[in-house]
Antibody, heavy 124, light 109 residues
């Protein structure tokens, strides 16, 4: 079965760029939407963005409130996708999750598989 | 940008029934927004419960149901068990983007 595992530095200094990686095991990275989602302490979930890869080309979609700072990319050779978030502040402190969503044959969208999350703290 | 609103908190007695809702600032929630529901317990990642309003996963308890109710997506728990105490999140899809609600903390008391 497909499993997702986030990895990252744990601690990033203000104004630096946060880089996280999600490793996909047990399945292909093609023809799915690969998402990054975060959850600040004691708060709800916030969608950051996703990358979709058809096997031929990819496309991205980002949360408008984060779009200017976000890049999501994908490495098919490693079955991984990554998040870069630039110019971080304390407000970016959160648990970061990677998750898969897909479109069913009937056209329904569903987000079925999540990683366990990785905690990222922004502090000097 | 669409804002999705859920009840911040609800309390239900064991064995009771409770309905959580998910509203959109863009108007009535419809099947075209493919509502998804997730359950999250402390220290854990969210776990999917429903997609496209009322399609459940193999692991979704039978006492849970999803629907559209009064222009909102709804998650109903019947015969609530103590283990149902958790945070519940809804998700809507709009123009290819994903929007989460603020989450509902459900207390079983």
């Amino acid at each position: 079965q497909v499993q997702l595992q986030e990895s990252g530095p744990g601690l990033v200094k203000p104004s630096e760029t946060l880089s996280l990686t999600c490793t996909v095991s047990g399945g292909s990275i093609t023809t799915y939407y690969w998402n990054w989602i975060r959850q600040p302490p004691g708060r709800g979930l916030e969608w950051i963005g996703y990358m979709y890869y058809s096997g031929i080309s990819g496309s991205t979609n980002y949360n408008p409130s984060l779009k200017s700072r976000v890049t999501i990319s994908l490495d098919t050779s490693k079955n991984q996708f990554s998040l870069n978030l630039s110019s971080v502040t304390a407000a970016d402190t959160a648990v970061y999750y990677c998750a898969r969503h897909k479109r069913s044959l009937l056209g329904y969208y569903y987000m079925d598989i999540w990683g366990k999350g990785t905690t990222l703290t922004v502090s000097s | 940008q669409t804002v999705v609103t859920q009840e911040p908190s609800l309390t239900v007695s064991p064995g009771g029934t409770v309905t959580l809702t998910c509203a959109s600032s863009s108007g009535p929630v419809t099947n075209s927004s493919y509502p998804n529901w997730f359950q999250q317990k402390p220290g854990q990642a969210p776990r999917a419960l429903f997609y496209s309003t009322n399609y459940k996963y193999s692991w979704t308890p039978a006492r849970f149901s999803g629907s559209l109710l009064g222009g909102k997506a709804a998650l109903t728990l019947s015969g609530v068990q103590p283990e149902d105490e958790a945070e519940y999140h809804c998700l809507l899809y709009y123009a290819g983007a994903v929007v989460f609600g603020g989450g509902t903390k459900l207390t079983v008391l």
